[in-house]
């Protein structure tokens, strides 16, 4: 399975930001899609994820801001990010989840004015 992440930069607060993660590879149609974001000198933490069936599950922090959609033809998933505060600020990485976790390459977003 390789991810390929894009998006992110530099937003307002207040703004908005998409990022997008391209799959591919074996049972990635089955997998776990979504992401998690680290920001500097703390854990990396889970964002949002979307399963197969569409279930989706999304952080305390971003419920309401956030959203994930995810392309079942393309095997693609989007993160529409809304309300950008300042405490978004991080490295998101994609993740797919099978029988193991695969990451992509990380993805700055920062939220400053």
């Known amino acids: 399975v390789q991810l390929q992440a894009s998006g992110g930069g530099l937003a307002q607060p207040g703004g908005s930001l998409r990022l997008s993660c391209a799959a591919s590879g074996s049972s990635v149609r089955i997998a776990v899609l979504g992401w998690y974001r680290q920001a500097p000198g703390k854990q990396r933490e889970l964002v949002v994820t979307?399963?197969?069936?569409?279930?989706?599950s999304y952080v305390d922090s971003v419920k309401g801001r956030f959203s994930i959609s995810r392309d079942y033809y393309k095997d693609t998933v989007f993160l529409q990010m809304n309300s950008l505060k300042p405490e978004d600020t991080a490295v998101y990485y994609c993740i797919a989840r099978l029988a193991k976790d695969y990451w992509g390459q990380g993805t700055q977003v920062t939220v400053s004015s």
């Open positions: 979307v399963a197969a069936t569409g279930k989706m």
